[in-house]
């Protein structure tokens, strides 16, 4: 008997004796095993019982089986890429950024191999239309040949909507905690590279950002609510909630995870601005400003929780020396005040923690927070990312410990 929700029985007590064991189907055609209950089914709800690997293979559309000509249905990974980079990572039609792998001529059935020339990414109201007759086989063939030759500044840049429909806005970075009234995550010289919007009568909560590589080319902006893709990247992919962008193989430049609603969690970046650095995993962080093409001067603040923030308050701001010395003596006695002997790094409220000669503070304009502990020290970028994006429990230990 099939199960009353209409999933596709897959127990061992209907199998007629010619069906493999359930993690042998599990592992190849991703369907799933119920935590309640003994039997198996098909997350694409499937309905009716079956008692044969035949049956399984004419009901499930997930069932991943070679076509007539042997050819498995899972395209290569760097065909996959070749694909990506040829419709410049997005659909051929209509330039979205969410999309799939589209046999054009010959289809899927009748293909001998995975041939790049033949496939294109095609999102998937595109290719509804084409499988409901309403574009051509030819149509999808032009629109791929015209993305491919076509020179990146008349390309529009493959670009997806993200929700923001319950008035909040969130972006996490390097496990900063803060306030929602911290508009600007990341502030350089005046001009803010991440912020936040808050809801406000009829304009919705939003988020703007422009990230860009370990050389400062843009991988990747954020705007009304919209994200953008950069034509000139290496690579762009989308996969479930993550956006990917490589500056070349098994360079990861940005990694975004994407929790709607309103939440954007910042798991890699890798970010040059100007004279700045900033190198961010989900859990921590450091910050620097370069002395050379490969040392740099690293700071990190293990700030606990960033609140009662002032107008034009930063989670992170670059700044000048000038600059923070004018806010330390402005809240001078106003308010708690910590510094090393020289006075170079203060912490001090409505200041944040301030290193001066690097002209960097954190926790900017705000009134309250609380720090755990803060490190600065001169290393190499590359030895930073290794400990940043591998070892984040480790971030102000290994600056603490200086040059090397």
């Not at 009353?4 to 007629?16: E, F, I, K, P, V």
């Not at 992170?316 to 006075?343: C, H, M, P, S, V």
Request: hydrophobic share 35%; aromatic share 8%; with cysteine.
């Amino acid at each position: 008997m099939a199960p009353m929700d209409g999933r596709t029985d897959l127990s061992a007590g209907q199998s007629d004796g010619h069906f493999p064991d359930f993690s042998t189907f599990a592992a190849t055609s991703g369907c799933t095993r119920d935590g309640n209950a003994r039997e198996g089914y098909c997350e694409n709800s499937h309905i009716g019982t079956v008692s044969s690997l035949e049956s399984i293979k004419r009901l499930s559309g997930c069932f991943s089986m070679p076509n007539k000509y042997g050819l498995p249905r899972d395209i290569p990974d760097p065909v996959k890429r070749q694909i990506r980079q040829r419709s410049k990572f997005g659909c051929v039609i209509c330039r979205a950024g969410i999309y799939e792998y589209e046999h054009i001529d010959p289809e899927y059935g009748d293909a001998e191999s995975h041939d790049p020339d033949r496939i294109c990414c095609l999102c998937t109201a595109c290719h509804a239309k084409v499988t409901r007759g309403h574009f051509s086989k030819d149509y999808v063939r032009k629109k791929y040949k015209e993305v491919e030759s076509s020179n990146k500044l008349d390309v529009p840049p493959p670009f997806d909507d993200l929700d923001f429909h319950d008035g909040k806005a969130e972006l996490k970075i390097g496990g900063i905690s803060y306030d929602p009234g911290v508009a600007n995550v990341v502030t350089y010289h005046g001009n803010a590279i991440f912020s936040i919007c808050p809801s406000s009568g009829s304009d919705t909560a939003g988020i703007n950002a422009v990230f860009l590589d370990d050389e400062g080319d843009q991988t990747l902006r954020i705007s009304d609510n919209i994200w953008y893709g950069a034509l000139d990247a290496w690579d762009t992919e989308v996969i479930g909630r993550r956006i990917k962008v490589r500056k070349k193989k098994g360079a990861l430049a940005l990694v975004l995870r994407l929790e709607p609603p309103g939440k954007i969690v910042i798991e890699k970046l890798d970010m040059r601005v100007s004279d700045a650095h900033i190198l961010a995993s989900e859990r921590s962080y450091a910050v620097g400003r370069y002395i050379n093409n490969s040392k740099v001067n690293w700071f990190h603040a293990n700030i606990v929780h960033m609140g009662a923030p002032l107008p034009g308050a930063s989670a992170i701001e670059f700044l000048t020396y000038f600059e923070a010395e004018w806010r330390d003596q402005k809240w001078n006695g106003r308010g708690k005040r910590l510094a090393t002997a020289d006075g170079m790094i203060a912490m001090q409220t409505g200041l944040g923690v301030a290193h001066k000669p690097m002209g960097v503070v954190v926790g900017a304009n705000c009134l309250k927070f609380g720090m755990a502990s803060f490190a600065c020290g001169l290393l190499e970028l590359k030895a930073m990312r290794r400990v940043v994006f591998r070892q984040p429990d480790r971030v102000a230990e290994f600056i603490g410990k200086g040059a090397r």
